[in-house]
């Protein structure tokens, strides 16, 4: 399955919800169904299309002002792998195999080396793996590997692992 961060239109229903944003984006949650709507109609497929929308044409989605317009833009690009992040594989990856594990878990929110060997561990080695699988079941191959390896770490948060899920299910589409 491939990985693109670039994601669909639609997979803003996916993200734009309370547990998948900080609570700063909020406000969007409101416009999610319209904006998705109408971005659909204008024939808007992609994330990238709509970070090139002037302020008034993201107001005739249905946004109420240019302050929730820049709020949009920025909440589209709130998943965006982030440069830094991204160069600490090379120093935690052990192998080209793992290294590529890395990359992909890097692209989930708040993921650095620790969660991801975790993840790995309890074998989601990709996000095809986790937005396959359901929170419960993340939680507790988590658990499994930290109680069996006697590794000093918690299992991640629900909220943690629902997000999680959620990006993975939209960066891994099959257009």
Known sequence: M???????????????REECILKGYYPLIP??????????????????????????????????DSGTAALFRRFLTMYDPKPQKMREIVAVSETPAEAESF???????????TRARLYMRAGFVSLADIAASSPEKIMAACAD?????????????????????AVAKAFTDAD
């Not at 491939?2 to 734009?16: E, F, H």
């Not at 109408?38 to 302020?55: A, H, I, P």
């Not at 069996?148 to 999680?164: A, F, Q």
Request: proline residues 4%; glycine residues 4%; contains cysteine.
């Open 2 to 16: 491939m990985v693109n961060t670039d994601y669909r239109i639609d997979a803003i229903s996916i993200l734009m």
């Open 31 to 64: 416009y999610r169904d319209t904006l998705v709507e109408k971005l659909s109609q204008m024939g808007f497929k992609r994330k990238s299309e709509v970070l090139n929308c002037t302020d008034e044409e993201l107001l005739r989605l249905g946004l109420p």
């Open 145 to 165: 590997v930290i109680e069996k390896e006697r590794l000093c770490l918690k299992v991640p948060l629900m909220k943690e692992v629902r997000t999680h899920i």
């Open 103 to 113: 990359k992909v878990m890097y692209l989930l929110p708040g993921v650095k080396s």
